[in-house]
């Protein structure tokens, strides 16, 4: 899983584009997108904090918090701008952040009031995406025909990678073959007396 500071080094003018869509109004604001214990979608307005080390997010104790903590799945979309239909999306999976100094150092810079049940995520970056719109953006009404918008798309190489395949199994020894059954004994003749039939009622002589 990449960081953001991963993604950063390897696409830098991507991250940067991204960066501006999700920080254009001053404090990072975005919609993100958490996975329910239904399996459903959950969407909710954040303030995503982006540094040059990570992608973090202050979250409260609410239902999205607890999607996270139960399945890390995340997408986070960019605030639309007042001037384009620009768009920016992350996907990856967020984690809680153990270590205490970053959070009270992220936690001091943000002035990130300390009696609020908030916890500290980190979003590792497994795709990132911008869209440029045009001067006639997204909109189906606009007076001249829509034009095709220009996308720009990263995948984190260490998880589009295939997995090795597994190992053949070694074949199975064949089974030994069964020994012959001893043949049966042949049965004893059963020796049977027959009598003749009578004559005229007399019996038949022994």
């Not at 696409?11 to 940067?16: G, M, N, S, T, Y």
């Not at 919609?31 to 979608?41: F, I």
């Not at 034009?147 to 089974?175: I, K």
């Not at 049977?192 to 039939?197: E, F, G, L, W």
């Given at each position: 899983m990449?960081?953001?500071?991963?993604?950063?080094?390897?696409?830098?003018?991507?991250?940067?584009?991204?960066?501006?869509?999700?920080l254009q109004y001053g404090p990072g604001l975005g919609?993100?997108?958490?996975?329910?214990?239904?399996?459903?979608?959950r969407v909710h307005p954040?303030?995503?904090?982006?540094?040059?080390?990570?992608?973090?997010?202050?979250?409260?104790?609410?239902?999205?918090?607890?999607d996270l903590e139960r399945d890390g799945r995340y997408a986070l979309h960019s605030f639309p701008p007042e001037d384009s239909d620009d768009e920016a999306y992350l996907a990856g999976r967020a984690t809680v952040v153990t270590d205490r100094a970053k959070v009270a150092r992220l936690a001091g810079h943000l002035r990130a009031a300390p009696h609020v049940d908030w916890r500290l995520f980190e979003f590792t970056v497994d795709v990132a995406m911008i869209a440029r719109h045009g001067r006639n953006g997204a909109t189906p009404f606009a007076?001249?025909?829509?034009?095709?918008?220009?996308?720009?798309?990263?995948?984190?190489?260490?998880?589009?990678?295939?997995?090795?395949?597994?190992?053949?199994?070694?074949?199975?020894?064949?089974?030994?073959?069964?020994?012959p059954a001893a043949p049966e004994a042949p049965e004893a003749p059963v020796k049977?007396?027959?009598?003749?039939?009578s004559v005229c009622g007399l019996p038949a002589p022994a």
């Open positions: 990449a960081s953001w500071f991963d993604f950063s080094a390897d696409e830098p003018r991507l991250a940067d584009a991204i960066r501006t869509l999700m919609y993100l997108a958490t996975v329910r214990a239904d399996g459903g979608p954040v303030s995503p904090v982006i540094t040059d080390e990570g992608l973090y997010c202050f979250v409260v104790d609410s239902p999205k918090r607890r007076v001249e025909p829509p034009s095709r918008p220009a996308v720009q798309v990263w995948l984190d190489p260490s998880a589009a990678a295939p997995e090795a395949p597994a190992a053949p199994a070694a074949p199975a020894a064949p089974a030994a073959p069964a020994a049977a007396s027959v009598r003749a039939p």
